[in-house]
């Protein structure tokens, strides 16, 4: 017995609900810094000057909303299908080997706008090629994909910190990183892009690969709306047996979504690799990739919607840092609280409002929304 | 006469915006069988489940036996004396009988006192109104029919003077059914009241004694069944004159364009599901497969249309073989002109949460006019959709409306415009109206007649024996995985059902 709920127009769907579950996630945030004696107000303040209030902020805050950009869509392609991949932590670690290998070879012989397409390559190659082996234990013998995605980052965790010790160490340095690469495997910055806007950045690590994490996200588009292969992704996560039905092979479709996803992660680490750091470091990933889940559920796994999503979240990165340098009661363990709350309201509890917004909406003008469900009888 | 059993005054509920019950006045007389009828949607279930203390309307008043009843949950129902028996029956598969009617009313702390309480209780009734289980027996080992005499005997276990039946014959034959319909009159004669709630307008006419129809959440009507024929039932329901039985002329039929030899296969399990079947389907005629739910036409549906492993057997599709592994690409057997409606639309022959023109193209979405390459041409798809809905009536007309938003019967035009626009050689369709509004069955029957006199070869599966019998030139009957019988069109019903529950079973026959 289904119980028919009214439908919500579009601007509601996604800008209302979101836009609730995020002030609630605030609202209770707000009750724990109460809890441990500060002032919440005083504590929002801080966050959202820190990751908005000066150009210097703003240029840190998109540099963190690049990495889970990336990492975001790669969850969503994933999640279209259906499938959970929790291992894009690993799949952008070892993306970052691919932009490291490319960067090494080419830095000294290269301009960078020629080392960074190959350097992309590199990144997505290798990352589809860490998402290939979980994707094909799914595909073919019924592995689950979250199992396996989330054993991988773990092996990829183990497999970097050999080869930067063993392999990629240069002679007689002391640190577990690559060399710095030249010039020619260096990302320009986009400071100037926030100056023209009349913002004063000092020096920031906001970089061209926020440019490319905006054309991923239009392509993903294209990708999951306009295209065949799309179609049969989404058909694969909605119905595996509409999609048996409608003869799409379920191993072909499992493994090429899970190499796009791959992909993706793996290009996250272009931005700190290339764009910041200029060599491979140790854990330069730093929960990116976990983040990217988050913004995935927020952005309701729409472009769109993921592209705020991670902005939002580099927000609550770059004030949360902020807030623990300015509020000695506040650590960054209060930071990781406000996201899992984020995620808490925005993922996994997505429906707690909708039903008694329907009910208030229905109320308003009953004959605008879900009529629909009754025209089509009797015909 | 007496006070009403139950009286409904003024009964409304909303669903959001959908008003599924709207003001409801209903008196049901005692000692009386009272069938609501009305298409799938009409708000039947929402009523009955109003009643019953599942949902709590939103206007109007409940008597029970002239008394005002407030009923929140179906324990104040029960405590009121109305029992129902579900459509899908609420037991616990490795159960006993006993245990089951036992349960929720358990009593005590200790169970082997009213184990035996409940034993002599139960005997009593199955002695007083003919319903005769083994209390002993455990439910899966059970048929169908029998356990609905547990679920009928729970409702009484627990008291119950009012009987509510939720479309209590879909799962049953025709033997199993007139069964149930003599408990029910035996249950009436001893001064229960019954509501029978269907969509099947022969079983009002052959058990009630007054009908209440409902229409788009409104009792549109309540009439004596003695009183109003079949026809004025179904324009009461629908809103407007419907044809019944389907016009058609005589087939021509050609050659043979399917044909299935010795086809068997087996479950996961290693239960043989469809046993040493074969038939053949020639062009321009439809060949109906009958049989109660569950003895293998899905299996053998799945297996002709390549998607499931045979274990022996062949299957010709125009003169090349249809291979059996299970591992069959659909869009090949597409290509050579299979088209295939598939029992379960919501699952596999629709991705509901898609747009509609998205399933329009389902399983043709590689054709030419639909792609430009690797990208979907979005305008010709949708262009497509658009004249689709207006060459099946499909309502509403938006095809970017969500498919799921669709009531049943418009969902199933999509699939069937999808299907035969595809001109396809042979059709193979399941359960063509199964949850498809009268007004729907209507056209889709008319459909497939058009289909079978361009001279498709159709092959029918459906559990609705009324359907198989207008729509078939041959009749084949399936039982346990094999087809034992094969009939002309002019089959009696009684004949058949004999068939469909296995000739060697006396029991249906008694």
């Known amino acids: 017995m289904s119980a028919p709920y009214a439908k919500l127009p579009a601007w509601a769907d996604y800008g209302l609900i979101p836009l609730i579950n995020l002030t609630v996630a605030f609202i209770v945030a707000g009750l724990v810094v109460l809890l441990i004696g500060e002032n919440p107000l005083r504590a929002a303040v801080i966050l959202v000057d820190g990751a908005i209030g000066r150009g210097q902020a703003i240029a840190y805050t998109l540099y963190y909303a690049t990495s889970f950009i990336f990492t975001g869509l790669a969850v969503a392609v994933a999640f279209?299908?259906?499938?959970?991949?929790?291992?894009?932590?690993?799949?952008?670690?070892?993306?970052?080997?691919?932009?490291?290998?490319?960067?090494?070879?080419?830095?000294?012989?290269?301009?960078?706008?020629?080392?960074?397409?190959?350097?992309?390559?590199?990144?997505?190659?290798?990352?589809?090629?860490?998402?290939?082996?979980?994707?094909?234990?799914?595909?073919?013998?019924?592995?689950?994909?979250?199992?396996?995605?989330?054993?991988?980052?773990?092996?990829?965790?183990?497999?970097?910190?050999?080869?930067?010790?063993?392999?990629?160490?240069?002679?007689?340095?002391?640190?577990?990183?690559?060399?710095?690469?030249?010039?020619?495997?260096?990302?320009?910055?986009?400071?100037?892009?926030?100056?023209?806007?009349?913002?004063?950045?000092?020096s920031a690590p906001l970089n061209v690969s926020f440019l490319l994490a905006l054309v991923a996200a239009v392509l993903v588009w294209v990708l999951i709306w306009r295209t065949r292969l799309g179609y049969e992704i989404r058909m694969r996560g909605y119905s595996p047996k509409a999609a048996r039905y409608a003869g799409v092979s379920e191993v072909r479709v499992i493994i090429v979504t899970m190499l796009i996803s791959g992909a993706l992660a793996?290009?996250?680490?272009?931005?700190?690799?290339?764009?910041?750091?200029?060599?491979?470091?140790?854990?330069?990933?730093?929960?990116?990739?976990?983040?990217?889940?988050?913004?995935?559920?927020?952005?309701?796994?729409?472009?769109?919607?993921?592209?705020?999503?991670?902005?939002?979240?580099?927000?609550?990165?770059?004030?949360?840092?902020?807030?623990?340098?300015?509020?000695?009661?506040?650590?960054?363990?209060?930071?990781?609280?406000?996201?899992?709350?984020?995620?808490?309201?925005?993922?996994?509890?997505?429906?707690?409002?909708?039903?008694?917004?329907?009910?208030?909406?229905?109320?308003?003008?009953?004959?605008?929304?879900?009529?629909?469900?009754?025209?089509?009888?009797?015909? | 006469m007496a006070e009403a059993a139950i009286e409904l005054k003024g009964i409304s509920k909303n669903f959001g915006s959908v008003r599924a019950n709207r003001d409801i006045d209903l008196k049901i007389a005692p000692g009386t069988i009272h069938g609501i009828i009305g298409e799938n949607g009409a708000g039947k279930s929402t009523l009955m489940s109003i009643l019953y203390g599942f949902y709590q309307a939103d206007r109007g008043e409940i008597f029970v036996n002239g008394e005002r009843a407030v009923i929140h949950a179906s324990s104040d129902a029960i405590a009121r004396g109305i029992g129902m028996v579900h459509q899908h029956f609420m037991l616990v598969h490795n159960f006993t009988v006993l245990e089951n009617v036992i349960l929720g009313a358990e009593g005590e702390p200790l169970l082997k006192t009213s184990i035996a309480k409940a034993r002599s209780e139960l005997e009593r009734l199955e002695r007083d109104y003919g319903l005769e289980v083994d209390p002993d027996a455990v439910i899966e080992d059970l048929p169908v029919g029998l356990q609905q005499r547990v679920e009928i005997l729970k409702a009484l276990f627990r008291g119950a003077d009012i009987l509510i039946l939720d479309e209590p014959t879909g799962v049953l034959t025709p033997a199993e059914a007139e069964h149930l319909f003599r408990i029910l009159r035996q249950l009436k004669d001893e001064g229960k009241t019954i509501v029978l709630i269907t969509h099947k307008l022969r079983e009002i006419m052959a058990v009630t004694d007054n009908v209440s129809v409902m229409r788009q959440g409104a009792l549109v009507a309540t009439r004596k069944t003695e009183e109003t024929t079949v026809e004025e039932l179904a324009e009461l329901m629908v809103g407007r004159r419907v044809l019944l039985r389907v016009e058609k002329g005589d087939a021509h039929p050609g050659d043979f364009v399917l044909s299935v030899k010795n086809l068997t296969v087996e479950d996961m399990r290693g239960v043989k599901m469809v046993d040493d079947v074969s038939l053949g389907v020639r062009a321009g005629e439809i060949v109906g497969i009958a049989g109660v739910a569950g003895n293998g036409q899905t299996e053998l549906l799945e297996t002709i249309t390549g998607m499931r492993k045979a274990v022996s057997g062949t299957v010709t599709l125009d003169g090349a073989p249809v291979e059996l592994t299970g591992e069959a690409d659909p869009t090949?057997?597409?290509?050579?002109?299979?088209?295939?409606?598939?029992?379960?639309?919501?699952?596999?022959?629709?991705?509901?949460?898609?747009?509609?023109?998205?399933?329009?193209?389902?399983?043709?979405?590689?054709?030419?006019?639909?792609?430009?390459?690797?990208?979907?041409?979005?305008?010709?798809?949708?262009?497509?959709?658009?004249?689709?809905?207006?060459?099946?009536?499909?309502?509403?007309?938006?095809?970017?409306?969500?498919?799921?938003?669709?009531?049943?019967?418009?969902?199933?035009?999509?699939?069937?415009?999808?299907?035969?626009?595809?001109?396809?050689?042979?059709?193979?369709?399941?359960?063509?109206?199964?949850?498809?509004?009268?007004?729907?069955?209507?056209?889709?029957?008319?459909?497939?007649?058009?289909?079978?006199d361009q001279g498709k070869a159709v092959l029918l599966v459906s559990v609705e024996l009324d359907e198989i019998r207008s729509l078939s030139d041959r009749i084949l009957v399936m039982f346990a995985g094999r087809i034992v019988g094969e009939r002309g069109p002019d089959a009696t019903e009684g004949e058949l059902g004999l068939l469909m529950a296995g000739v060697e079973e006396k029991e249906a026959a008694e």
């Open chain 2, 332 to 452: 090949d057997l597409r290509r050579r002109g299979m088209a295939h409606v598939p029992e379960d639309r919501h699952n596999m022959g629709l991705v509901l949460p898609f747009e509609e023109n998205e399933n329009a193209i389902l399983g043709y979405h590689w054709q030419d006019k639909y792609v430009n390459g690797p990208f979907l041409d979005i305008e010709a798809i949708r262009r497509d959709a658009q004249e689709k809905i207006e060459k099946y009536d499909i309502r509403p007309t938006d095809a970017r409306l969500k498919t799921a938003n669709f009531s049943g019967g418009n969902q199933q035009k999509i699939v069937l415009a999808r299907e035969m626009e595809q001109d396809p050689k042979v059709l193979i369709v399941g359960q063509p109206t199964r949850g498809v509004d009268v007004g729907a069955i209507e056209f889709i029957h008319k459909r497939l007649i058009d289909m079978r």
């Open chain 1, 266 to 379: 793996g290009m996250m680490a272009l931005n700190p690799v290339m764009g910041d750091q200029n060599r491979l470091q140790i854990d330069f990933v730093t929960g990116a990739g976990f983040v990217g889940i988050a913004v995935a559920l927020m952005g309701r796994s729409h472009p769109a919607g993921i592209v705020p999503a991670a902005i939002l979240f580099g927000m609550l990165y770059q004030g949360g840092a902020e807030l623990a340098f300015e509020m000695p009661g506040i650590s960054r363990d209060m930071i990781v609280i406000i996201q899992g709350l984020v995620i808490l309201f925005a993922g996994a509890l997505e429906h707690m409002f909708r039903p008694s917004l329907q009910a208030l909406f229905a109320s308003f003008s009953p004959q605008a929304v879900g009529a629909e469900a009754k025209q089509g009888e009797g015909a």
């Open chain 1, 80 to 202: 279209h299908c259906s499938l959970f991949n929790i291992g894009g932590e690993g799949q952008a670690y070892v993306g970052g080997l691919g932009v490291a290998l490319v960067c090494l070879t080419f830095d000294s012989v290269l301009p960078w706008w020629l080392t960074f397409p190959l350097a992309i390559l590199g990144a997505a190659l290798f990352g589809a090629a860490w998402a290939f082996i979980p994707a094909y234990f799914q595909a073919k013998r019924g592995s689950h994909i979250v199992i396996t995605t989330i054993m991988f980052n773990f092996i990829a965790a183990s497999l970097m910190v050999y080869l930067l010790v063993e392999v990629l160490k240069p002679a007689g340095s002391q640190a577990p990183q690559t060399r710095t690469f030249l010039e020619g495997g260096q990302l320009p910055k986009l400071n100037w892009m926030l100056e023209a806007m009349g913002f004063a950045v000092r």
